[in-house]
């Protein structure tokens, strides 16, 4: 993990709400640290050019200059990696819920770039025009089943879900080329599949 990175990654739950809107900004683009002044900055990061050379100060540099040049040596760092999400029993509750939110923060940017969009919206078109929809998924997977059910129901959609396995190929049985079946994996893996394809 990056030294600097670190420090503030460390600081970041005593920090005030000021000195937080600065963490942010740094962890997000180290990289703006090194390409502008303390003017500059301030614009960016919504506190006054004042308050990040304070911050800079706080963590412990003599000044702006000897900050950035910390920066420098870390630029390469992609600010998702640069602070360690594992909690560890020294962690406060704060810290907790700060490794908590980078974790997030890079797991949603792992999976917006993981999906294809044509797939995507393929899916949204089959969910959309077909009569019901079925859903399956089981122990783990069933969490993230019942979830889409009841989202489902509430927009309106015609949807079917049981967490019995036994009961759900009874009810698969009653699906038609007008409806969709969309299937929960143990790995996070929804597949949708229109039976008409099938027949």
């Known amino acids: 993990m990056a030294e600097l990175a670190a420090k503030i990654a460390n600081a970041y739950p005593s920090f ?3 000195a937080k809107l600065i963490a942010d ?11 502008k002044n303390l003017k500059e900055l301030g614009s960016i990061t919504k506190p006054s050019g004042a308050s990040v050379l304070r911050f800079c100060k706080d963590l412990g540099f003599q000044g702006f200059k000897d900050f950035q040049i910390n ?11 640069a602070v360690d999400a594992i909690i560890t029993e020294n ?3 704060a810290s907790v819920l700060y490794k908590l939110q980078v974790s997030f923060k890079k797991d ?7 999906i294809d969009e044509q797939q995507l919206n393929q899916a949204v078109k089959l969910i959309r ?12 997977s ?23 396995s036994h009961i ?18 143990y790995s996070g893996i929804i597949y949708l599949i229109q039976l008409k394809i099938l027949i």
């Open 16 to 18: 005030n709400k000021t």
């Open 142 to 164: 069933g969490l993230a089943a019942s979830d889409l059910f009841y989202k489902l129901i509430r927009s309106g959609k015609r949807a079917n879900y049981v967490e019995s």
């Open 91 to 93: 962690d406060n509750p």
């Open 168 to 185: 759900a190929l009874e009810l698969a049985s009653n699906i038609t080329a007008s409806d969709v079946l969309v299937v929960f994996s």
């Open 71 to 81: 920066c420098a040596k870390e630029a390469p760092t992609k600010p998702t990696n």
């Open 108 to 114: 949603i940017d792992d999976l917006g770039k993981s």
């Open 129 to 140: 025009t077909v009569e019901q929809i079925y859903i399956a998924g089981e122990g783990a």
């Open 25 to 35: 900004a740094y962890l997000k683009d180290p990289a703006v640290f090194l390409n």
